[in-house]
């Protein structure tokens, strides 16, 4: 009755309300950085960016609890890409443990990779297509021994997931199909139909989405995230509820979507008309005409796609997004999430849904009419011959195929389409249609290519600031690193430590009143001969620890680099030895190194900055950020516009 309808309306706004307010004030007053997907700082993070905090335990905490939050909210957002991050959380924790890897950066960054693969392998139960995810769209080092680690890793997962058996279907997946009809050559047309549409798509949402979160962050809406994730939340639980399909789970949707039809299937998208007269199976009647209830299915499912789509532009990039990857949430939108693609699609069921949405309409619409249409031209002859022999649910669910081909281009990046496939073809078991799949991906790919290169992580680690150098833009310009060190003329000098005179205070009035990551060590101001580097971190540990353990350790006492101690007259105060600290082999280059040779060592190295040197004597510094302001530079763009956070 109304009344019961109208007690779930409120019932179903009330819990969204409750649960999206409980997760955004959980990240908002807890773990700041549990918001969003994760998947752009992650890919920061793997280019040798440090990001403290961002991998910590209270973010592992917060984002594990607040995911479980924001699905059940109902927003259009998923839990895939969250995985990721939460993955990499534990695998920072576990390097934490060991010193080998909490003290060297590159290890930790191989232990990064492998717990990306596991939380792809986790979300999707694909080991597989979790190890090229991370070889392919997260990191920037992946070694032989980094891809054997991630395999084992992943495998590990899968069975662990598999021995829990979480949907209770003793399988890794949620919706494992069995189909092995083949496909035909004329269905490739269709296929990289979707896929054209897929790559418009995408572009479309890139371009909305950071439209939209740039004008957050310019205005003032941006000052009130709470109230703008709960004015999200009441909209969606508002519009939604009416309607079947967006009332529901994502995870029960994209099940009904990819199951067959039985005999006794309630579902509208299995009301098609049967002949009591007929003596063979229901399965077994390939031309049943279409019933009331799948042209009721299919304008509901129209309807969710629009909504979904829309609603997924101001959805993500929220405070309490945690799966911005989720956006990718359409079937279409997913396809153009070209750099993201990958991430994206991995990011998030709900794009899964939109595809399968879209693809159910062409589905249920193709059979009833294509079959009949036999008398048209060529395509009489071909209907006849194969789809005579297919069932409407057999189409479907190779239509669905197709759509979650061209998600995965959208979603993968310009080498995730490897990735996407494979991840597709483990997460179905449609082995049958890896071919098709990958016209789809590579279609989408190339449309989405053709408006811009950018993905939407991309995007946002452009709109947040990130230092990021991306692997596969090209530095063809002619300059050299002198060009791009500093100090330039004009400016300060290097602020550097000597070897052997400068006392406590000195070191700690220099950390003061500089915010530089770390100082070059050289043997004396007037020579500038390199020692090494020494991390400001590790500088302000070393003489707090000394402070509070040695005795003598005053802000007088003289700080030395070298194995033994300089001389100091009698009743000097005892000085403090921090060689241990020291990088006495910090990356360098000479200033006449070509900037594309530079560039490229950033880019495969990790580098947060390299040393510029003539002879062994310190020239300058050069660092990440000095390189994109160069690269803005040399496009033609204002390299002051290069904002960093």
């Known amino acids: 009755g109304a009344s019961a309808y109208i007690l ?48 910590g335990k209270w973010t592992l905490l917060i984002k594990t609890v607040t995911l479980v939050l924001v699905v059940s909210s109902g927003l259009s957002l998923g839990k895939e890409g969250p995985s990721v991050h939460v993955a990499c959380c534990c695998g920072n924790f576990f390097c934490s443990l060991y010193s080998k890897y909490s003290k060297n950066e590159g290890k930790r960054r191989e232990v990064l990779s492998a717990a990306a693969a596991v939380g792809v392998s986790v979300a999707f139960g694909a080991p597989i297509g979790g190890v090229l995810f991370s070889l392919e769209e997260v990191s920037y080092y992946f070694p032989l021994k980094t891809l054997w680690r991630s395999f084992f890793a992943a495998l590990v997962a899968a069975f662990t997931l598999r021995s829990i058996n979480p949907f209770g279907n003793s399988r890794l997946v949620l919706f494992y199909v069995e189909y092995h009809t083949p496909w035909y050559m004329m269905e490739l047309i269709p296929f990289i139909l979707l896929g054209v549409f897929g790559g418009l798509w995408g572009t479309l949402f890139i371009r909305c989405n950071i439209a939209w979160c740039r004008r957050r962050k310019t205005t003032s809406l941006g000052k009130y995230p709470v109230l703008e994730v709960i004015v999200v939340t009441a909209i969606t639980a508002i519009i939604a509820y009416p309607n079947p399909y967006t009332r529901r789970s994502t995870s029960e949707l994209i099940s009904e979507l990819f199951n067959d039809c039985r005999a006794l299937e309630s579902s509208q998208l299995c009301d098609y008309i049967n002949d009591i007269n007929m003596t063979r199976p229901v399965d077994d009647i390939p031309d049943r005409p279409a019933g009331p209830g799948v042209y009721t299915a299919m304008w509901q499912l129209a309807l969710a796609l629009v909504f979904k789509i829309i609603i997924t532009i101001f959805t993500f990039g929220m405070k309490m997004d945690l799966d911005r990857e989720h956006v990718l949430y359409f079937s279409n939108g997913t396809y153009s999430y070209r750099e993201n693609r990958l991430s994206v699609c991995f990011s998030d069921i709900p794009k899964m849904t939109h595809a399968l949405k879209q693809v159910r309409d062409v589905v249920r619409v ?23 022999r297919q069932l409407p649910s057999e189409f479907r669910w190779k239509n669905l195929q197709s759509l979650f081909r061209r998600q995965n281009r959208s979603c993968g990046v310009t080498r995730m389409t490897v990735s996407l496939v ?73 602020s550097v430590l000597t070897q052997d005179n400068m006392t406590v205070e000195d070191v700690e009035t220099l950390i003061k009143d500089t915010d530089y990551n770390g100082f070059p060590v050289v043997v004396s101001r007037d020579s500038e001969r390199l020692i090494g580097f020494a991390q400001r971190r590790e500088l302000i540990i070393a003489i707090k620890n000394a402070r509070q353990r040695q005795d003598g350790v005053v802000s007088n006492s003289i700080i030395y680099f070298t194995e033994d101690p300089p001389e100091l007259p009698a009743n000097s105060p005892h000085p403090l030895k921090l060689r241990r600290i020291l990088n006495l082999s910090p990356f360098t280059v000479t200033d006449h190194t070509p900037m594309e040779t530079v560039v490229d060592i950033f880019r495969k190295l990790g580098l947060r900055q390299c040393l510029v040197t003539r002879s062994g004597r310190l020239l300058g510094i050069i660092t990440k950020k000095d390189v994109l302001r160069h690269m803005a530079q040399m496009a033609n763009q204002d390299p002051e516009s290069i904002m960093f956070n």
């Open 8 to 55: 779930n309306y409120f019932l179903y706004i009330l819990w969204a309300l409750l649960f999206a307010f409980l997760a955004v004030a959980l990240v908002r007053v807890f773990a700041p950085y549990a918001c969003g997907s994760g998947i752009p700082e992650i890919k920061t993070i793997l280019s040798g960016f440090i990001i403290r905090g961002y991998l």
């Open 422 to 494: 494979v991840i597709m073809f483990e997460l179905t078991g449609g082995l049958e249609y890896i071919v098709p799949l990958m016209a789809a991906a590579v279609t989408s790919k190339w449309v989405a290519d053709a408006f811009g290169k950018e993905g939407i992580y991309e995007a946002h680690i452009h709109l947040n600031g990130y230092p990021f150098l991306d692997v596969k833009d090209e530095f063809t310009h002619r300059t050299l690193a002198t060009d791009v060190m500093r100090p330039r003329r004009g400016e300060p000098p290097l």
């Open 366 to 388: 193709v059979p009833s009419y294509v079959l009949y249409v036999t008398t048209f031209l060529t395509f009489g002859i071909w209907c006849d011959h194969v789809y005579a």
